[in-house]
């Protein structure tokens, strides 16, 4: 069988990294959320905010290993699989990477240590301050690896020296023109994605009668920070957009499967972009919807995907449907998050049964929506690996198809395994549900046995009124 | 005053690659060394050993390669598609022993599937691992800047050797590690498997130094012309004193200092590689000034670098410190 090297190169790298996007978008919310926890049950001394926190933090760090080690793959495949695009933007991106794991990883998977492990060990101070440093670390993470893939989108701040990119001036590389956009995009689709979660593991719970008293305060916290993100996220998706327009053009045109620059900005809804005919067929479209979002004016115009030649276009399909699965994920968890607000002002959140069904069935949103939204971003850059400077098919390493596409078998064969085994856990950990006692002495034993008992007591009389 | 920056730069992807090399070496070699058990709460007293250090352990992995990568692009885009097939084996071994330490804790009927996993991932990541240094000595066929090989050509029996070496080291560090961290009869049993593997990693050592010379006459040149024999023969010398001060320790119910004399073993080891070498970062052609990013570039790295290594060590440290003493039978998995 012949395969094409780059393709397979680009399905593996494709395969392992959203296979990763998944952990980090859940790490980085998640251990926000325990730190918040964990500061409020230090501040209160309400020993139900340390069980809950200790509650996530066993899932936390099941996720947690699984970002790890999917994330040293791809630290180690730019270099098997991309030799060329390392060697061509090493002197650019490396030390970005680099910053990240100073700076970051040593700073997450040392506290984490001390998350995990440290109960019972050190003072609560140590161990909320330990949540909080695995948190900050996150961000910090994101912000760095962000900032590396924005200059692959928009790169600025280098020169190309004898056939190599190097750097000119370090700020301008970090602080490049699409880099604030999509860190805030990212950063509060991970907050997002997280707060959904802990919804549904809520919803869950109330409609079993099980931990009512965890759950609402689940509900809750999740909805209350729902009710502010998933509507920011419009915005900063829109103002995303509108810098992809004014530095990859050719990207949202694909976005759009818009084909004429001078041609109406319809919206479609629906439509099968046809990239021989280079123009779209069975279109449901809002008429002008597309000039409105991305130019504010009716009539306004922009580029369509004919000014370029076909050989640097996206593929039109992959970023059009892609698009659109963001979208409607998306605007489902700005629905389920106003819905839920407008539920919990009147007061009956709790007991409207309709909506505590779906939002418990639909946890996986966010991470649909992700995963949809780097498509788009990643396949609407090609065929540019570096936009506009380096293509992706003279990136790839000089191994043979062959022997990638051997790798790319295991991959999804031990990812596939790996996975379905988290989810599992993860799953049965949800089932357990947090402790009715808090885990304070390394036997497992408590060490407050009457404050156990109390709480219990009143957990037992609040499940039966 | 002109700083030779890929030189500060070698020594430091040279200190990465050695701070990994000793770190996640005990705990591979721990995660090895449960095959040697089949008790559940020997297995479990043994993990809880490494349990809060494996994943800041493993972060000087992607330190050394991304160091690699910043400071030597030249050399990473050649090293990593000729070292393709140990390194993607390695990642995959590391998944499975990473996933492994939580799903152990939470699996009941599956737990022997991944006790299998900790086993088998930490023996293939430490047989890569052992591959990969091998196929680096042998050299690395280059052409236009570019691997020009083939995808078996680091596999010889020369890299095999260095498979097992690195294996049995491993092997040592977490014996000796669990001669300092655990009580008991796993202690005890340790102290007996480290002194066999002492011996091993020493027979392992002995027949790569002797082999790397006669194999490869750029070594022979480094180690036997005059006047490099005057300063390199206390090498080996240094090397056989420590191991007979960590088999002394051993005998002597000593705590701390096998795994010492394991990690200076170790140290040793290295050296005499990185004499072997230097300053070909990728034998035999390409040098670490051909290799290197531009200045710029490493400075930018080396700036920071130097500012957050002390850090970074100072809360790793730190940790070690919060989880000192030993490990207790019944300490559960958070």
């Known amino acids: 069988m012949e395969f094409d090297p780059v393709l397979i190169a680009r399905l593996q790298f494709a395969f392992t990294i959203a296979f990763h996007i998944i952990f980090p978008t859940f790490t980085i919310g998640l251990s926000a959320y325990i730190a918040t926890l964990m500061v409020m049950a230090m501040v209160t001394g309400r020993e139900r905010l340390q069980r809950l926190a200790q509650f996530w933090t066993r899932i936390f760090a099941i996720s947690f290993a699984m970002g790890v080690v999917s994330g040293v793959v791809l630290a180690y495949q730019f270099g098997t699989n991309w030799s060329r695009f390392s060697a061509f933007a090493g002197n650019v991106i490396g030390p970005l990477i680099g910053y990240e794991v100073l700076t970051a990883f040593f700073l997450e998977a040392t506290f984490l240590g001390i998350m995990l492990f440290g109960w019972g060990r050190v003072p609560m101070r140590l161990q909320v301050f330990s949540s909080i440093m695995v948190a900050l670390g996150t961000v910090i993470s994101t912000f760095w690896i962000i900032a590396a893939n924005s200059w692959m989108q928009t790169p600025a701040g280098h020169q190309i020296v004898d056939g190599i990119a190097v750097p000119l001036d370090w700020w301008d590389i970090i602080f490049n023109p699409s880099f604030p956009y999509r860190f805030a995009h990212m950063l509060n689709a991970a907050y997002l994605t997280s707060a959904f979660v802990v919804l549904a593991v809520g919803a869950r719970y109330l409609l079993a009668d099980r931990h009512p008293e965890q759950a609402r305060t689940m509900m809750r916290m999740a909805i209350g920070l729902l009710a502010v993100l998933a509507p920011l996220q419009v915005l900063l998706g829109d103002l995303h957009g509108l810098n992809t327009l004014k530095h990859q053009p050719i990207k949202i045109a694909a976005m759009e499967a818009h084909w004429d620059t001078f041609g109406p900005g319809n919206f479609h809804v629906f439509a099968w972009p046809d990239e021989e005919a280079e123009e779209n067929h069975f279109a449901i479209s809002i008429p002008q919807g597309a000039s409105l979002i991305l130019t504010h004016r009716l009539n306004g115009q922009f580029l369509g995907l004919k000014e370029v030649p076909p050989q640097e276009r996206p593929p039109v399909k992959t970023a059009f449907f892609a698009f659109r699965v963001m979208l409607a994920a998306g605007f489902f968890m700005v629905a389920a998050a106003l819905v839920g607000a407008w539920l919990m002002w009147r007061g009956v959140l709790f007991e409207t049964r309709w909506y505590l069904r779906i939002v418990a069935n639909t946890w996986w949103i966010g991470f649909v929506a992700v995963i949809a939204g780097w498509i788009v971003t990643e396949t609407g850059r090609q065929p540019w690996i570096v936009h506009r400077i380096m293509r992706t098919a003279d990136a790839i390493s000089p191994v043979t198809a062959s022997t990638v596409a051997t790798s790319l078998a295991l991959f999804v064969v031990i990812y596939g395994i790996v996975f379905a085994a988290g989810i599992y856990y993860i799953n049965r950990l949800i089932n357990k549900g947090p402790q009715s006692r808090a885990l304070e002495s390394p036997a497992g034993l408590p060490t407050r046995p009457l404050s156990a008992a109390h709480d219990a007591g009143r957990e037992a009389l609040a499940s039966r009124g | ?334």
């Open chain 2, 1 to 334: 005053m002109q700083i030779d920056l890929p030189l500060v730069w070698a020594a430091i992807v040279g200190l990465a690659v050695a701070m990994y090399v000793i770190l996640d070496g005990f705990d591979l070699g721990i995660g090895v060394l449960l095959g040697l058990t089949d008790k559940a709460n020997e297995r479990d007293q043994m993990v809880n050993a490494i349990a809060p250090f494996w994943d800041g352990n493993e972060t000087w992995l992607v330190l050394g390669g991304g160091a690699l990568w910043i400071a030597f692009p030249g050399a990473y885009a050649v090293i990593m598609p000729a070292l393709y097939v140990p390194v993607i084996a390695m990642l995959l071994a590391l998944v499975f022993r990473g996933v492994a330490f939580e799903f152990r804790a939470l699996a009941e009927s599956s737990k022997p599937f991944w006790d299998s996993a900790m086993i088998g991932g930490s023996a293939l990541a430490a047989l890569c691992q052992g591959a990969i240094l091998g196929g680096l000595i042998q050299g690395i066929r280059i052409e236009n800047g570019a691997y020009a090989g083939g995808a078996f050509d680091w596999a010889t029996p020369f890299t095999a050797l260095c498979a097992l070496g690195v294996l049995a080291g491993y092997a040592l560090l977490g014996a000796t590690w669990l001669v300092l961290k655990t009580e008991g009869a796993i202690a005890t049993r340790a102290r007996e498997q480290a002194k066999i593997l002492l011996l091993v990693v020493l027979g392992f050592m002995v027949i790569v130094s002797a082999w790397t010379p006669f194999a490869f006459e750029r070594i022979f040149e480094r180690w036997f012309s005059l006047p490099n024999f005057f300063y390199l023969w206390p090498v080996p010398l240094v090397t056989a004193l420590v191991a007979f001060i960590g088999w002394r320790a051993l005998e002597r119910g000593r705590e701390v200092m096998p795994f010492l004399s394991a990690i200076a073993l170790f140290l040793l080891g290295y050296l005499g590689l990185v004499i072997s070498v230097f300053p070909y970062l990728v034998p035999p052609d390409l040098t670490i000034w051909q290799a290197s990013a531009t200045p710029s570039t490493q400075m930018f790295m080396l700036v920071g670098t130097l500012m957050l290594l002390p850090i970074i060590l100072g809360y790793v440290v730190f940790v070690y410190w919060i989880f000192r003493g030993k490990v207790r039978e019944g300490d559960s998995y958070h």
